[in-house]
């Protein structure tokens, strides 16, 4: 049991790999298990803006991990998974179509355009 729990710690980059004992357990703070959360990991990698900015798109399905799409920002990133982590396919944000005002922005723009010619 204790050779699981300390690698699962491991996988998940709460502990490295000098602190694998169960004393190291023990030691871990909050602050270690909140920059593990894939709200801290988006903001940190310079996705969202903000701290909240990143808590919004995760709510709002605009990022993913690997293929996976993840609505919840308190999900645990492995570290095998950090490196995965951008924004949905489907996304404005990503490659995906544009959004609502963005699409309805352009169509004025081309009303416009029309009425000038």
Known sequence: EASALLRRMSRYGLLSD???DL????E???QKLL???L???VYK???AKSIHHARVLIRQ?????????????????RTSSEKHIDFAVNSPYGQGKPGRVARKRAASRAAAGDDEE
């Open 18 to 20: 000098d602190e694998l």
């Open 23 to 26: 004393d190291s357990i023990l």
């Open 28 to 30: 871990l703070t909050t």
């Open 35 to 37: 920059e593990r959360r």
């Open 39 to 41: 709200q801290t990991k």
């Open 45 to 47: 990698q310079g996705l």
């Open 61 to 77: 399905r605009h990022i993913r991990v690997g293929a996976q799409l993840v609505n919840v920002p308190s999900f645990n990133v």
